[in-house]
């Protein structure tokens, strides 16, 4: 890929494939952040994607040198990161997997017209499920098909953690795994504060953490994106920040450690199937899984949402 982009001699492309809420709030994040030089906006709804680009153009003299356009899938084959938000939403009461047939089809069509040299970033839900449509369907190394995963789910399960322990988020490490959606797990055995295992930070600062408190962040971090759709009608803003964030470590080889969705190592026995794990993430995409040495609870519960995803993956054939 960095051999690519040097023969190109251009600024960093991404390509936007759906340009809803999410697609939108995406490209206006990486406008704002200046991540990168070119943004081209695909979507089936023509109109729709030309008074974004011309609405988001608008803003780059007051922000980043950033040339937003309209275009089409034969730009995408060229860009260094393809996001797609493509497919149907979900709607007040559904679940993430409720969406499972639909956004297959979509990704069926897509994929293979968008797939070039760059990384797939998948957006679309069920995640996991669908990024692991668009390895298979792409034929691209699995290390260049990543799905935002569950990076979103950590943001608020820091979030929710640090308010109720009254430590600034970015202080607090710890991971949500597995499936984005009802059976993903926390691994409470791994989580830090400040580098302190957090029951052994509540014992030394006299801040009591009781279970249900616990259960209260699980469930409330779980079930985030179903309270902000009954109350909103779609969830766009972290989430795009979240694909901003995969990004950034992508083009500027961060080498970040974020829980994207990812192809399991064998050497987990889980099965070959996408779900989030702590992975390094840089310039070719996904560079190593980083294992977790869970409770066996947490394990236990991890190999439960992996036969989720994999009932999934065995419904469409795949």
Same mark, same amino acid.
């Given at each position: +890929?960095?051999?690519?982009?040097?023969?190109?001699?251009?600024?960093?492309?991404?390509?936007?494939?759906?340009?809803?809420?999410?697609?939108? $709030?995406?490209?206006?994040?990486?406008? +704002?952040?200046?991540?990168?030089?070119?943004?081209?906006?695909?979507?089936?709804?023509?109109?729709?994607?030309?008074?974004? !680009?011309?609405?988001?153009?608008?803003?780059?003299?007051?922000?980043?040198?950033?040339?937003?356009?309209?275009?089409?899938?034969?730009?995408?084959?060229?860009?260094?990161?393809?996001?797609?938000?493509?497919?149907?939403?979900?709607?007040?009461?559904?679940?993430?997997?409720?969406?499972?047939?639909?956004?297959?089809?979509?990704?069926?069509?897509?994929?293979?017209?968008?797939?070039?040299?760059? *990384?797939?970033?998948?957006? $679309?839900?069920?995640?996991?499920?669908? &990024?692991?449509?668009?390895?298979?369907?792409?034929?691209?190394?699995?290390?260049?098909?990543?799905?935002?995963?569950?990076?979103?789910?950590?943001?608020? #399960?820091?979030?929710?953690?640090?308010?109720?322990?009254?430590?600034?988020?970015?202080?607090?490490?710890?991971?949500?795994?597995?499936?984005?959606g009802d059976s993903e797990v926390a691994a409470w055995s791994r989580t830090t504060v400040a580098g302190v295992p957090l029951d052994e930070f509540?014992?030394?600062? !006299?801040?009591?953490?009781?279970?249900?408190?616990?259960?209260? *962040? #699980?469930?409330?971090?779980?079930?985030?994106?179903?309270?902000?759709?009954?109350?909103?009608?779609?969830?766009?803003?972290?989430?795009?920040?979240?694909?901003?964030?995969?990004?950034?470590?992508?083009?500027?080889?961060?080498?970040?450690?974020?829980?994207?969705?990812?192809?399991?190592?064998? !050497?987990?026995?889980?099965?070959?199937?996408?779900?989030?794990?702590?992975?390094?993430?840089?310039?070719?995409?996904?560079?190593?899984?980083?294992?977790?040495?869970? &409770?066996?609870?947490?394990?236990?519960?991890?190999?439960?949402?992996?036969?989720?995803?994999?009932?999934?993956?065995?419904?469409?054939?795949?």
């Amino acid at each position: +890929m960095n051999e690519h982009r040097s023969a190109a001699r251009r600024p960093y492309r991404v390509a936007i494939v759906g340009v809803g809420r999410v697609g939108a $709030t995406y490209a206006y994040t990486l406008l +704002m952040r200046g991540t990168v030089g070119e943004i081209v906006l695909v979507d089936l709804n023509q109109e729709r994607c030309e008074g974004e !680009a011309m609405d988001l153009s608008h803003a780059a003299p007051l922000t980043n040198p950033v040339r937003v356009w309209t275009g089409d899938y034969d730009d995408c084959r060229t860009a260094d990161v393809v996001m797609l938000a493509a497919g149907a939403s979900q709607r007040p009461g559904e679940t993430r997997m409720d969406l499972l047939h639909r956004n297959a089809a979509v990704f069926s069509d897509v994929v293979p017209r968008v797939a070039g040299q760059g *990384i797939l970033l998948v957006a $679309t839900n069920p995640v996991d499920v669908m &990024s692991h449509l668009a390895w298979k369907i792409s034929g691209l190394p699995s290390q260049q098909v990543i799905g935002s995963g569950t990076v979103l789910d950590t943001a608020r #399960f820091r979030h929710l953690l640090g308010r109720t322990l009254g430590v600034d988020p970015r202080n607090v490490h710890g991971y949500i795994i597995g499936e984005h959606g009802d059976s993903e797990v926390a691994a409470w055995s791994r989580t830090t504060v400040a580098g302190v295992p957090l029951d052994e930070f509540c014992s030394r600062t !006299a801040c009591p953490f009781p279970q249900f408190d616990r259960e209260h *962040i #699980f469930s409330a971090t779980r079930d985030a994106a179903r309270q902000i759709v009954t109350r909103k009608g779609a969830t766009y803003y972290a989430v795009a920040a979240a694909l901003a964030r995969i990004t950034d470590a992508i083009l500027h080889n961060q080498r970040a450690v974020l829980s994207v969705s990812t192809l399991v190592p064998s !050497a987990l026995g889980l099965g070959e199937l996408y779900l989030s794990l702590p992975a390094v993430i840089g310039r070719d995409g996904v560079e190593r899984v980083v294992p977790l040495p869970l &409770s066996s609870e947490e394990q236990s519960d991890l190999e439960g949402s992996a036969a989720v995803l994999k009932k999934a993956i065995d419904e469409l054939g795949y």
